[in-house]
Nanobody, 123 residues
Framework: QVQLVESGGGLVQAGGSLRLSCAAS????????MGWFRQAPDKEREFVAA????????IYADSVKGRFTISRGIAKNTVYLQMNSLKPEDTAVYYCAARDGPPQPVYRRWADWGQGTQVTVSS
């Protein structure tokens, strides 16, 4: 099992930026992908972005393309989500996730989850 701890959430005005971090520990393998999902009140958890172990493959939700960037640290056990041009509709709890396999957008296929970090974008 992989333990994931997110950080970096907070309150920001529309048009601003935030960077989320997620540190992984425990059982990690070279095939593990990491990703970000988010969940707003009364909405289902939705995919945001994901990245392969090597960092060579990334995928994004259409709603964040061009604004968010996912990346991995040199040690591979940390993943970042740089969020620019934030909008009020980006407000949600953001969750880090890990899976043994390629990155993909269906949340039920991700085995390990962090506790989440709140991102609030004011208009």
């Amino acid at each position: 099992q992989v333990q994931l701890v997110e950080s970096g959430g907070g309150l920001v005005q529309a048009g601003g930026s935030l960077r989320l971090s997620c540190a992984a520990s425990g059982r990690t393998f070279s095939s593990y992908s990491m990703g970000w999902f988010r969940q707003a009140p009364d909405k289902e958890r939705e995919f945001v972005a994901a990245i392969s172990w090597s960092g060579s493959s990334t995928i994004y939700a259409d709603s964040v393309k061009g604004r968010f960037t996912i990346s991995r640290g040199i040690a591979k056990n940390t993943v970042y989500l740089q969020m620019n041009s934030l909008k009020p509709e980006d407000t949600a709890v953001y969750y880090c996730a890990a899976r043994d396999g390629p990155p993909q957008p269906v949340y039920r296929r991700w085995a390990d989850w962090g506790q989440g970090t709140q991102v609030t974008v004011s208009s």
